[in-house]
């Protein structure tokens, strides 16, 4: 049974950063190209990052220069870290794991980031 659980969500004021984490389970991790997508209310999910399989990483360019995307094979996880956090990064939170080979497509529940002061 695949699971992709994220963590580290929540309110946070302008300015300040945030670090959310996906633990992936029942996948071979290192396979599997990981990425984190947000949606906001009355918008459609939209890429935050992604980092292959092999370590290349992508950035939307609204989060570009304030995000990092990492990833750890050895623990099944992937970490996004978003620093000088805006209101408009306000959004639900999935993690998502991709394998284009397979037609394979996972998505985790979602976390809630909530940027306000």
């Known amino acids: 049974q695949v699971q992709l659980v994220e963590s580290g969500g929540g309110l946070v004021q302008p300015g300040e950063s945030l670090r959310l984490s996906c633990a992936a389970s029942?996948?071979?991790?290192?396979?599997?190209?990981m990425g984190w997508y947000r949606q906001a209310p009355g918008k459609q999910r939209e890429m935050v990052a992604t980092?292959?399989?092999?370590?290349?990483?992508s950035y939307a360019d609204s989060v570009k220069g304030r995000t990092t995307i990492s990833r750890d094979d050895a623990k099944n996880t992937v970490v996004l870290q978003m620093n000088n956090l805006k209101r408009e990064d306000t959004a639900v939170y999935y993690c998502?794991?991709?394998?284009?080979?397979?037609?394979?497509?996972?998505w985790g529940q979602g976390t809630q980031v909530t940027v306000s002061s």
């Open positions: 998502n794991a991709k394998r284009s080979d397979r037609g394979q497509n996972y």
């Open positions: 029942g996948i071979f991790f290192e396979m599997y190209a």
């Open positions: 980092i292959s399989a092999g370590g290349s990483r």
